[in-house]
């Protein structure tokens, strides 16, 4: 290959096609939904991949019936198909420029289970932890897990012929495969699978479409069948180029797994049969500890004589970048000592049998090569070795000490028992381009190895040393006679390698293979046969200017710009799961990518590009996007990369308003720190409006507040009217707190705040409060009235300034405050040294607690409750002091991972967020709640929350945590004069 722009064929290219008219017929035949405008268009761009290529158009198909109505009309306008999952393409396999068939939204559907042959029959568009919940009532499961479960759909994992680190024992997602019902472009459809020569005699003589084509199959796997025996690798790991081998007799002429890593170049797939297996029994997880990553991958063979069923690594690089971004912590304190770890995992029918298995390789493994090891054998404590794991490439991304990562060369694999001495040469080649990788692990038992490299894609210089290495890297592991990809496929990114690896006879072959699919070149053209060049349609290169924009935030992080904050999604799609943590409870309940972070990240993109989404803080495409965040800061920690959305949130809409009108709600809710000031003193006629049936639905449609939304009674008297009559009792051994008195707490449940007093004088403190009216400007912050928003902070730090320069503790009652001063404060008053020591001297009462008075006893609830945690709180200030502090009081505490729930401050009282605000709680904190057992509790912090909780189950009375312990010391006292 000469590296320059003849190194590949390129017939991709869309034809001129009349958009309208393509448009127009889709619309006619497809019950899904069909979008063309330029928010899809963009939303669709990209994938997990360094390549950019805007589409034609997006439909999102309800059956697969549907999808073949969709193809028919392309078909007939001469439209490229992209059939796409998840998204998460690592290679560029899901970036082109004709229709796009998004399966995640609606195809999702378990057709049938037979548990006695373990097959299921499923939709392409299910997710994968989403078909293993449904098959979990059987004991089966799939067996290929990438590190994507959460979001990867099973035709996605079809089309790249996924595997993950359970392929040690399972195999790729070709051996889970049994049959699949495709359709090609010229609307040929078909199920096909395995092929003996009665069923091939038979489909040839019955002729048709399909009997040419597995006639011509037949021929393609007898002339080449030398050459496929030849030059296609014997390791795990081969994932690169067309499964030729299938065709072999010896693996039984299977249709199904030829296609299976055909990235939609060659058909549609409809539906899937496929193989399932038993849930292990137990597990033991057994890691063990050496000098370096390359001494790690010397002892791959030793390990493997013991047949784990995962067998993967970890550097020292990859937990510093972890433990830097506090991703991993509970993780890392487990490992061995060393710079290099192999996580082995064996199976069992029960523990023991596990134990046994993973303690006979760790001594004969340790003796032999000197390890250091420690066995793992709880769920909860293998949960968090894995994490750190699959954290891998959101880690990696953007290491804090050295330029962005990219991925490029990221998943070669070689022979397991050649592994170590790949990497040696590898990381000379590294050493040799100049290049240090972010880390390098991966699936070692299989010779996978996983790396981000710093390319430099924005300079002709880079991009063409970036070139030449990837064609050197493609030498080097063929000639260890390993695989281009091991596990992410060729897309662009090695597609035009894979001449390298095969040899010009077997990419004649591809060539062929692809004429009997697709003679005209329109399923996903420009990869694998005629691929586009690997340099080509970057994301960034050298045309890349993004806009830079002046912002009322810093982005600190990011460079101290916002395109850099905007491009920061890398695309692994974790924000499109629903099984765990916070983000993006919009994405769960509607579906849409474009309400998924990632696609609002990817909207931000392309606004700040300037060529989908021209109009830029204007755009009503990236608002519609936005309109539905509700800015739980989910991401902030949930993605892998940091993501921030709900700062982007607040930054657009401060200029997508700006010299204009708002929506009511940003002046009824945004300014609810002066109405609740200002009805809270004549509450007994503001409450008497607001409850009232007419008058308060008066009231809430002149303030553009849905309808159905009860209103939270405003308190008869604030906290800071009654605080000077309150008597402290407190040694102040501890020396002085100040209580900040949020809006809510204040105005709305000053019995909170009351209760923190007396905690807080019973553990030695004495408690002050602002005497000015303080506010943290929340309630402006999440409407986007930035200008606002900074004189409110700024009047608040004048007022706390003495507070300040002593360096009192300042304990913040509601989370979603306490979120502010710790991360919106010094990124919207950058700079500002009040801002920083305001930061700093935040606490929940919980962290005061820990670190101020460690000693103190707090008193015996000795009951079980429910937990709630606010979603601000489990992004930004982390919730285990809370979770150690309610054990320490014997509370059986039941600490849910139920996301968002829904109200989210302003969002969930906004005209037309009601139904997607209830459809959040009910997700999982409302089935929770009402499902607790009789006595329980239910406690949370979150004003929010409570009022969410309140008006979905009335029963239901939820308290904060410090009324919780103000109740425990009730009882203490009360015992304390009863008692003898």
Not at 55 to 69: C, F, I, S
Not at 865 to 884: N, S
Request: glycine letters at 10%; one cysteine or more; aromatic letters at 6%.
């Amino acid at each position: 290959m000469d590296g320059g722009s003849d190194g590949a064929r390129d017939r991709s290219d869309a034809p001129a096609i009349d958009l309208r008219a393509l448009e127009r017929d889709l619309r006619a035949a497809v019950q899904g939904e069909v979008r063309f405008d330029s928010g899809s268009r963009a939303t669709y761009s990209t994938d997990a991949s360094n390549y950019r290529r805007v589409p034609l158009g997006v439909v999102l198909p309800r059956t697969p019936e549907d999808a073949v109505a969709a193809v028919a009309v392309c078909r007939a306008h001469d439209a490229p198909v992209l059939s796409r999952g998840g998204g998460t393409s690592l290679a560029g396999q899901c970036c082109n420029t004709g229709v796009v068939l998004d399966w995640s939204k609606f195809c999702d559907r378990v057709l049938t289970v037979d548990p006695e042959a373990r097959t299921a029959v499923v939709e392409p568009g299910i997710a994968l932890d989403v078909l293993n919940d449904r098959l979990a009532e059987y004991d089966l499961m799939v067996g290929p897990r990438p590190s994507t479960h959460v979001s990867c759909t099973i035709g996605g994992m079809i089309g790249n012929n996924s595997c993950g680190s359970t392929a040690q024992e399972y195999g790729k997602m070709a051996d889970s495969v049994r049959r699949l019902e495709i359709l090609t472009y010229d609307g040929t459809r078909a199920w096909v699978g395995a092929t003996s020569d009665a069923r091939y005699a038979e489909l040839v003589e019955h002729g048709g479409k399909l009997g040419e084509i597995v006639r011509r199959l037949r021929d393609i796997g007898d002339r080449y069948a030398e050459d496929i025996r030849a030059r296609y690798p014997d390791i795990p790991r081969r994932v690169s180029g067309y499964n030729l081998d299938a065709l072999l007799p010896e693996r039984g002429f299977h249709l199904a797994r030829l296609l299976v890593g055909s990235e939609s170049t060659l058909v549609t797939v409809l539906r899937a049969e496929i193989e399932l297996v038993p849930r292990p029994g137990a597990v033991a997880l057994a890691v063990l500890g050496y000098p370096d990553i390359v001494t790690a991958a010397d002892a791959v063979p030793h390990v493997l004589a013991h047949e784990p069923s995962a067998l993967e690594a970890i550097d020292d690089r990859l937990v510093n970048l972890e433990s830097t971004r506090h991703l991993a912590d509970q993780a890392i304190r487990q490992l061995p000592d060393g710079h290099g770890w192999l996580m082995a995992q064996f199976q069992g029918d029960d523990q023991d049998a596990a134990d046994r298995a993973a303690q006979a390789m760790m001594a004969d493994v340790c003796d032999r090569t000197g390890a250091t090891a420690v066995l793992l054998d709880d769920p909860h404590h293998q949960a968090e070795v894995w994490a750190a794991r699959e954290a891998g490439l959101g880690a990696t991304a953007y290491p804090p000490d050295g330029p962005e990562t990219h991925e490029g060369w990221e998943d070669a694999a070689v022979p397991p028992d050649r592994l170590g001495d790949y990497l040696r040469d590898f990381e000379d080649l590294l050493r040799e381009f100049g290049y240090q990788s972010s880390s390098l692990y991966g699936h070692f038992g299989h010779g996978c190895v996983h790396t981000r490299i710093p390319f430099g894609l924005r300079t002709a210089d880079g991009i063409a040393r970036y070139r030449r290495f990837v064609e050197r890297a493609a030498h080097l592991v063929t000639d260890y006679g390993g695989s281009l990809s091991g596990e992410h496929g060729d897309g662009q990114s090695r597609g035009e390698l894979l001449p390298i690896m095969f040899g010009d006879r077997l990419i004649h072959a591809f060539g062929e293979l692809e004429d009997v699919f697709d003679p005209r070149d329109r399923m996903n053209p420009g990869k694998v046969v005629h691929p586009r060049r690997l340099d080509q349609d970057l994301r960034q290169g050298v045309d890349y200017r993004p806009w830079e924009p002046d912002t009322h935030f810093a982005f600190p992080h990011d460079d101290h710009r916002f395109s850099v904050a905007a491009g920061r999604c890398v695309g692994v799609g974790k924000c499109r799961g629903d099984q765990s943590g916070v983000m993006c409870p919009s994405y769960r309940v509607t579906r849409e990518e474009e309400h998924s972070t990632r696609g609002r990240a990817r909207l931000l993109f392309e606004m700040l590009n300037g060529d989908v989404i021209t109009d830029g803080w204007r755009s009503e495409e990236v608002h519609d996007a936005l309109d539905l965040c509700l800015a739980c800061k989910g991401c902030r920690s949930d993605c892998p990369v940091d993501v921030d959305m709900a700062t982007y949130k607040a930054e657009f809409l401060s200029h997508y308003h700006h010299n204009r009108i708002r929506p009511m709600a940003h002046y009824s809710m945004g300014w609810i720190p002066l109405w609740a000031r200002l009805a809270t003193g004549m509450s007994g006629f503001a409450n008497a409006v607001v409850q009232h049936r007419t008058l308060g639905q008066l009231v809430k449609r002149a303030g553009g507040l849905a309808p159905q939304r009860g209103m939270p009674r405003f308190a008869d008297t604030r906290f800071t009217t009654t605080f000077p009559g309150l008597e402290q009792h407190s040694s102040a051994e501890r020396g002085s707190v100040l209580l900040w008195p949020d809006t809510f707490t204040n105005n709305f449940e000053p019995e909170v705040a009351r209760a923190a007093v007396r905690v807080l004088n019973a553990a030695g403190f004495t408690v002050r409060i602002p005497t000015r009216a303080v506010c943290c400007g929340l309630t402006w912050i999440s409407t986007g009235q930035l200008a606002t928003a900074k004189r409110v902070l700024r009047r608040t730090l004048r007022a706390l300034r003495p507070e300040l320069r002593a360096s009192t503790p300042v304990v913040v009652l509601e989370p979603s405050c306490a979120a502010v001063f710790r991360s919106d404060l010094p990124e919207l008053l950058h700079g500002d040294e009040d801002a920083r020591r305001l930061a700093a001297q935040t606490r929940t009462l919980a962290e005061l607690l820990a670190e101020r008075a460690p000693d103190w006893q707090p008193p015996q609830l000795d009951s079980h409750t429910v937990v709630q945690p606010h979603c601000h709180h489990h992004a930004i200030l982390g919730f285990d002091p809370d979770r150690e502090l309610l054990g320490r009081c014997g509370l059986d505490a039941d600490v849910l991972d139920a996301g968002c729930c829904g109200l989210a401050g302003n969002f969930g009282f906004e005209r037309g967020h009601y139904d997607v605000s209830v459809a959040c709680a009910e997700d999982k904190l409302m089935p929770a709640v009402r499902a607790r057992p009789p006595g329980t509790l239910v406690t949370a912090d979150g004003f929010s929350c409570r009022t969410q909780i309140r008006e979905l189950a009335p029963d239901t009375a939820p308290v904060h945590s410090a009324q919780l312990l103000a109740r425990g010391l009730d009882r203490q006292h009360t015992a304390g004069r009863t008692g003898p």
